[in-house]
Nanobody, 115 residues
Framework: QVQLAESGGGTVQAGGSLRLSCAAS????????INWYRQAPGKQRELVAG???????NYAESVEGRFTISRDNAKNTVYLQMNSLQPEDTAVYYC?????????WGQGTQVTVSS
């Protein structure tokens, strides 16, 4: 099973930026899909961004143009660059990977955006 280690969360003012990192214990080149989800208090977990092994990228409409997902295969790490953060982006952000048919979740990292 893939092990994931997330980092980069924190508190930022509205309009600020944060970069989340998700380090995987296996080659990200081989992982079928790597996703970032988030869950705000009282809400369902939602997909924020995802990158497929072949390079296809997709974003939630709410973050399109503000967030960027990228992958560094040399470091086995996936990033989520978050710009123009808004209070509604406040949530716990989770890294998720699908590898050989198995879905694995990270422990989550808190992102808080103050107004």
């Amino acid at each position: 099973q893939v092990q994931l280690a997330e980092s980069g969360g924190g508190t930022v003012q509205a309009g600020g930026s944060l970069r989340l990192s998700c380090a995987a214990s296996t080659s990200t080149f081989a992982i079928d899909a790597i996703n970032w989800y988030r869950q705000a208090p009282g809400k369902q977990r939602e997909l924020v961004a995802g990158i497929m092994r072949v390079g296809t990228i997709n974003y939630a409409e709410s973050v399109e143009g503000r967030f960027t997902i990228s992958r560094d295969n040399a470091k086995n790490t996936v990033y989520l660059q978050m710009n123009s953060l808004q209070p509604e982006d406040t949530a716990v952000y989770y890294c998720n990977v699908v590898f050989r048919g198995t879905s694995t979740w990270g422990q989550g990292t808190q992102v808080t955006v103050s107004s």
